[in-house]
């Protein structure tokens, strides 16, 4: 086995974890919001996610590698939007809902993103910046539209699965490259040394845009089945 195949080998990835938790564990809590009172199952997130993931690839023509700006709130929908770019086959770069429209801007150019999903609050923010937005109204249609079946897509641990900006405190926002595996390796981490296990519940305060919430405690849900 050479050094890549080895690295291959390490981790998973994110999606995967997800298909496989829908398979064994369906109808157990994944995710729940409280002000919203909505809550979704590992199954109902995992066939949303689908039905997002087909939507980009054929409406929206997806292609392997390419980024994806997510700029939504701590929302069922932010969650959703992850997962379907993994499942494409798609980059994600989650974008602060507080950041202006000059930095959302920055970090849409500096990404290359081809695209962008976006709750319909922020489409002041968002409008002339990119040329193809999907706005959260339009999902209701999309699950009924396009199939809930996983996607057969050839996706590898070392592909990039995120692409993650700094505040821009001390200069402009900076891209943080991580691959499947990167992430993986760090929520297993936090798992371990938290001693955290399977159904146990985890409260998320932050924005699920920062690194800690997205990489620690939403990936983290994923691994122990």
């Known amino acids: ?85 993994w499942k494409a086959g798609g980059v994600v770069i989650p974008i602060n809902v507080k950041f202006t429209k000059a930095e959302v801007e920055h970090i849409l150019q500096d990404s290359s993103a081809s695209l962008v999903l976006a709750d319909d609050a922020l489409s002041g923010r968002i409008e002339g910046l990119a040329a193809g937005i999907v706005m959260t109204g339009e999902w209701s249609n999309i699950y009924s539209q396009f199939t809930e079946n996983n996607l057969e897509l050839e996706i590898s641990t070392l592909d990039l699965a995120e692409l993650l900006y700094t505040s821009g405190t001390t200069g402009k926002p900076k891209g943080v490259m991580l691959t499947h595996n990167a992430v993986h390796s760090v929520a297993s981490m936090f798992s371990y040394e938290m001693d955290i296990r399977f159904r146990d519940k985890v409260l998320h305060l932050m924005p699920l845009t920062h690194s800690a919430p997205l990489n620690l405690l939403l990936v983290l849900s994923l691994i122990h089945i």
Do not use: T
């Open 1 to 85: 086995m050479n050094d890549k195949e080895e690295k291959e080998n390490m981790g998973e990835v994110l999606h995967k974890m997800l298909e496989r938790n829908a398979r064994k564990d369906s109808r157990s809590l994944a995710v729940r919001f409280p002000a919203e009172d909505i809550s979704l199952n590992w199954d109902e997130l995992n066939r949303r996610a689908n039905s997002l993931a087909h939507f980009l690839r054929e409406e929206k023509q997806l292609k392997k590698g390419s980024r994806v700006a997510v700029f939504i709130p701590n929302r069922p929908e932010f969650v959703i939007g992850v997962f379907a770019v």
